[in-house]
């Protein structure tokens, strides 16, 4: 019987496993990080632009996706999973905003 406890705790250090709960996101890191792409000079430049090209309700649709929220306010697991940086704003808000074509 030893073995077997033995042998099930080596597996789970050689796999990482922890027995504690971990939470999957820091998700203050991840909206400020968000929010200082939003409130950055690229961004807000950004924004002017597909404000002029989509109107400010489906600047505000993507703005709340960005942030990981539905239309509801609820907010939405299918956030992306790298680091928010400038470029990546600009491929989110072409691909919600202008579906993918004539992105500036």
Same mark, same amino acid.
């Given at each position: 019987? %030893?073995?077997?406890?033995?042998? &099930?705790?080596? !597996?789970? +250090?050689? &796999?990482g496993?922890?027995? %504690?709960? =971990?939470?999957?996101?820091?998700? $203050? *890191?991840? +909206?400020? +990080?968000? /929010?200082?792409?939003?409130? *950055?000079?690229?961004? /807000?430049?950004l924004?002017k632009? #597909?404000a +002029?090209?989509?109107?400010?309700?489906?600047?505000? !649709? &993507?703005? %709340?996706?960005?942030?990981? $929220? =539905?239309?509801?306010?609820? =907010? =939405? *697991?299918? %956030?992306?999973? #790298?680091?928010?940086?400038?470029?990546? @704003?600009?491929? @989110?808000?072409? $691909?919600?905003?202008?579906?993918?074509?004539? &992105?500036?």
């Amino acid at each position: 019987m %030893r073995h077997v406890i033995l042998g &099930c705790l080596l !597996f789970l +250090a050689a &796999c990482g496993g922890d027995l %504690r709960r =971990s939470p999957a996101a820091v998700p $203050e *890191s991840d +909206a400020a +990080a968000r /929010q200082g792409v939003v409130i *950055s000079t690229g961004g /807000q430049d950004l924004m002017k632009t #597909y404000a +002029a090209l989509v109107g400010p309700d489906r600047l505000d !649709f &993507c703005l %709340r996706g960005w942030f990981g $929220e =539905s239309a509801s306010g609820d =907010s =939405s *697991s299918q %956030r992306p999973v #790298y680091k928010p940086d400038l470029d990546g @704003f600009r491929t @989110f808000l072409c $691909e919600c905003a202008a579906h993918g074509q004539n &992105c500036p």
